[in-house]
């Protein structure tokens, strides 16, 4: 943690870490891992609420917790920009990190790969084979999408590659 910001650290170190390390097809194990990503999930959200920095919902999408969707937002010069969020639990989970996806930005960086998935290989994935399988999902949103969001929204929105979505409906109605 060296290097980090103290608003990071002291963020990561409320996450709860992980104890078991198990992916989807481990039966029971999985099962008691998927109990241990969504305490760390309710705590993170919880810490982000009380901080006034709620900015993304997910629920898994399926009984088996091996697909999950939601929203995750950023403001950007005190506009919201909202973006669907998407990722599979990988079958090596977790010593590989799910691939975060936000479909609605496919194509319009290039620190993105096809389907939307953002890229996380340079900064990330070292981070997380690191902490495996300590780190989970809350890790990958907060140390993954979390600083993506805010490299690339600001960059996205300048450049005219995303638009707020009240521009878009007064633009439409022109």
Not at 9 to 33: E, F, H, N, V, Y
Not at 39 to 53: F, H, V, W
Not at 126 to 152: D, I, Q, S, V, Y
Request: charged share 20%.
């Amino acid at each position: 943690m060296e290097g980090w910001d103290p608003n990071t650290k002291s963020t990561l170190t409320q996450i709860p870490l992980l104890t078991t390390k198990a992916g989807p097809r481990d039966g029971a194990a999985w099962t008691q891992r998927l109990k241990e990503e969504y305490k760390a999930l309710i705590a993170y959200t919880q810490m982000n609420k009380s901080n006034d920095n709620d900015w993304f919902r997910i629920s898994a999408a399926n009984p088996e917790g091996t697909r999950w969707t939601g929203k995750c937002w950023y403001v950007h010069n005190l506009l919201k920009y909202e973006f669907d969020l998407q990722f599979d639990i990988p079958v090596t989970y977790p010593s590989t990190a799910p691939e975060l996806e936000l479909p609605q930005l496919d194509g319009k960086t290039q620190k993105m790969y096809r389907g939307g998935k953002i890229c996380l290989t340079v900064h990330f994935k070292p981070l997380w084979a690191k902490n495996c399988p300590r780190f989970g999902m809350a890790h990958a949103l907060c140390l993954g999408l979390a600083p993506w969001l805010a490299a690339e929204v600001p960059v996205l929105v300048d450049s005219g590659m995303i638009k707020h979505k009240d521009d878009a409906t007064t633009t439409s109605e022109s």
